[in-house]
């Protein structure tokens, strides 16, 4: 089980792509009508906290989830 998860607020996403660019896990892709990004391999994240620290807008969230045992 993963023990991290991830979130984009779309309404302070500036579909800059920052955060694709930076993931060494690939989990977020830019949405096709708006551009806006979206964690869709937010199964596959480490919790470096990359995208947390270089997106402009304060967009993501990254989340330790409770109770993980490993
Ligand atoms: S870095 Fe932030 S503003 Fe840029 S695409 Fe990712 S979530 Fe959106
Ligand atoms: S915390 Fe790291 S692995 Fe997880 S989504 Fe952000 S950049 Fe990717």
Redesign the pocket.
């Known amino acids: 089980m993963n023990k991290?998860d991830?979130s984009v607020d779309t309404r302070l996403c500036k579909a800059c792509g920052l955060c694709v660019l930076?993931?060494?896990?690939k989990?977020f892709e830019l949405r096709d009508e708006d551009g806006k990004s979206v964690?869709v391999n937010a199964l596959a994240?480490?919790?470096?906290?990359?995208?947390?620290q270089i997106c402009p807008d304060f967009a993501i969230t990254?989340y330790k989830k409770e109770g993980a045992l490993a």
């Not at 930076?22 to 896990?25: D, E, M, N, Q, R």
């Open positions: 991290f991830v930076v993931c060494p896990k989990v964690p994240c480490i919790g470096c906290t990359q995208c947390y990254v």
